[in-house]
């Protein structure tokens, strides 16, 4: 943040280093249900970020001390592959991952009916593939369409999406080199319906105005990716349906034959 740079990270005409306007998203992709041994999972492309998340639960939480008698407790582990970034990265958890499970946690718990699962722990895993600025909320937003693939009570769905200042302008979903020698970087969770806010951090600086029009940015930003994160929700459980006719017709042929 705030390194001095020759690059220019925004035309005269507002066009943003990748192409992008102000207020434009990189492309996101979400797939929901993508691996075969969670109870949910979500894989998601968000710009050149790609990202896996996995869910267990509820189940017992174990060691038992960390059990909550009223309510369960979620449990977030986010982890970068050492492949993930330009240089490798040492694998295992550092500080910066610690931090973005803690906040990954707490956004989730948020939104999760936890008070309907006593001693129970709700696990998620997610794991970065390749980052590209963005990734605890490309993780977060994933780890919501993985929570809701495991069929876990909740509120709503919950939306990670940053928005920042390059260049003296406020601008959505910072890219690599705009996170690098931008002004401001501020990533948020928000329950899209009632644009509720559950997270919010800021790295670098920005007028109080600013703030406020990055958090309006990313809160219509949060309506778009709540649709896509639907869509894929929609299609796993239209494959769903089709492999239990395929299972129902199969059965009765069986039967047929006896
Ligand atoms: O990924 P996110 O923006 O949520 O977190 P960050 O700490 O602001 O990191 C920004 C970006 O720096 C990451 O998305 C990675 O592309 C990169 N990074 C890296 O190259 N090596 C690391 N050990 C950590 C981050």
């Not at 990265?89 to 610690?98: I, L, M, N, T, W």
């Not at 009632?194 to 109080?208: A, F, N, P, S, Y």
């Not at 778009?224 to 017709?249: D, G, P, S, T």
Request: aromatic share 4%; glycine share 6%; with cysteine.
């Amino acid at each position: 943040m705030s390194m001095k740079t020759d690059i220019k990270l925004i035309d005269d005409k507002g066009v943003r280093i990748d192409g992008r306007k102000p207020d434009q998203l990189r492309p996101i992709k979400i797939e929901a249900g993508v691996l075969k041994r969670a109870d949910g999972s979500a894989y998601l492309e968000w710009g050149k970020n790609k990202v896996l998340a996995a869910v267990y639960g509820p189940r017992e939480a174990h060691p038992r001390h960390l059990q909550d008698s009223a309510k369960a407790i979620v449990q977030c582990r986010y982890n970068m592959a050492p492949f993930s970034v330009g240089d490798r990265k040492r694998p295992g958890p550092d500080r910066r991952s610690v931090e973005i499970s803690k906040i990954i946690s707490e956004a989730l718990e948020s939104v999760i009916l936890t008070e309907l699962f006593p001693r129970s722990s709700i696990d998620v895993f997610i794991e970065v593939l390749q980052a590209n600025a963005g990734t605890r909320c490309a993780g977060l937003t994933a780890a919501s369409v993985a929570l809701a693939d495991a069929g876990i009570p909740m509120k709503d769905l919950v939306v990670g999406c940053a928005a920042g200042k390059v260049e003296g302008t406020v601008v959505l979903d910072l890219g690599k080199e705009e996170d690098n020698f931008g002004q401001a970087d501020v990533p948020l969770a928000i329950i899209p319906r009632t644009g509720e806010i559950v997270l919010l951090q800021m790295d670098g600086d920005m007028t109080r105005e600013e703030l406020f029009n990055a958090i309006d940015m990313a809160k219509d930003a949060s309506l778009r990716i709540y649709e896509l994160q639907k869509e894929a929700l929609r299609r796993r459980y239209a494959i769903v349906a089709e492999e239990e006719k395929e299972e129902i017709a199969s059965m009765e042929e069986i039967k047929e034959e006896e």
